[in-house]
């Protein structure tokens, strides 16, 4: 079993900057790897971006490529999803997510099996 509490929401202005952090307990953590996802007001859950349990191997949707970076600290317990030139379309409710794994990434809900309980970002326009 793995626990995982979000942090680091909040409201931002379009342009500007948020960092999430995304702390695990319970089983190794090195031994997961980890996504973000986002859920907007009528919406689906999508996928953010995801990190290999090295943190070697990384990816992102197209919709914030170039814009968000994902990390983790494994000495930490502890993934992170900087997030920059942020628009209002980014507003969402905000959830990591793990897996067990052998160095592969997953991309979609269904993949994996903890959730954290989510933290709002709002980018006002």
């Known amino acids: 079993q793995v626990q995982l509490v979000e942090s680091g929401g909040g409201l931002v202005q379009a342009g500007g900057s948020l960092r999430l952090s995304c702390a695990a307990s319970?089983?190794?953590?090195?031994?997961?790897?980890m996504g973000w996802f986002r859920q907007a007001p009528g919406k689906e859950r999508e996928f953010v971006a995801a990190?290999?349990?090295?943190?070697?191997?990384?990816y992102y949707a197209d919709s914030v490529k170039g814009r968000f970076t994902i990390s983790r600290d494994n000495a930490k317990n502890t993934v992170y999803l900087q997030m920059n030139s942020l628009k209002p379309e980014d507003t969402a409710v905000y959830y990591c997510?793990?897996?067990?794994?052998?160095?592969?990434?997953?991309?979609?809900?269904?993949?994996?099996?903890?959730w954290g309980q989510g933290t709002q970002v709002t980018v006002s326009s």
């Open positions: 990190i290999s349990w090295s943190g070697s191997s990384t």
């Open positions: 997510a793990a897996r067990a794994s052998n160095g592969k990434l997953y991309y979609t809900v269904e993949q994996y099996d903890y």
């Open positions: 319970g089983r190794p953590f090195s031994s997961y790897a």
